[in-house]
């Protein structure tokens, strides 16, 4: 029988995760993940929840909540015309392999090793963000053949070891070729759809860990999944009306600073420091 005091902790804290992720999400175009990942990791160990299989949980939760939003995400901006389905239909292959195989190769890691992976990309997606151009380009188009072949599962496989959707990876790359940041946020939000949906698949089949939270059936904690979809479909409409409200680059850059001492401290933890 679970103490009702923990149980009431949980949701609390998880609720909270939740709000912060959706304003962000609206405020800043930011991908939930990328905030979801460590905030569950430091929310469920602070609750007794750590073990060798944590950092698997938080990702595939992640995973799980991210289905929902980018599903919701396509169909906003599919009502506007600003998706890529050519991009979309050409990387999808590639895409969801590289998602399978990251969902596999992150079944058979512990919790110290995904540390230091989240802690390593997080760190190269915050220096992006914080001093990354706008007019950057490697190509005036999308790669094609042998190079598409290379980066399609490339998206999908460090998508899932983050896990994240297809907002951190496939924004910057579509730009770097010449996309128009509208048309590669909407277009990045598929990614989303195409790296999520197997890779949650196969977390859900995946043994429970001994030491997991309340209904976690797999890799994937169904609480949690619930109750951030709940907050973040809440609270992302107000960071939008914040976004139209105030300049964002100014607090993008303060969140890339902010991601870069999360990525640091997930990179301290994996060494054990």
Known sequence: MQDPTLLLQIVLMIMAIGAFAGVLAGLLGVGGGIVLVPAFFYAFQALGYDSPQLMQMCLATSLATIIVT????????????????????????GIVIGAIIGMLVVAQLRTSVLQGIFGGLA????????????????GQAMPRGAARAALSPSVGFLSVLMGIGGGSFGVPLMSLFNVPIHRAVATAAGFGVLIAVPSVIGFLLVDAAPNSPPLTVGAVNLPTFAIV????????????????????????RVFAVFLILVALNMLRKSLGL
């Open 70 to 93: 980018s599903l919701r995400s396509v169909h906003s901006h599919n009502k506007k015309g600003a998706v890529d389905w050519a991009i979309l239909k050409t990387w999808a292959p």
């Open 229 to 252: 979809i709940a907050m973040t479909l809440i609270t992302a409409p107000l960071g939008v009306r914040l976004a139209h409200a105030m300049d964002p680059k100014p607090l993008k």
């Open 123 to 138: 760190l190269v997606v915050g220096l992006y963000m914080a001093f990354g151009r706008a007019h950057w380009r490697l």
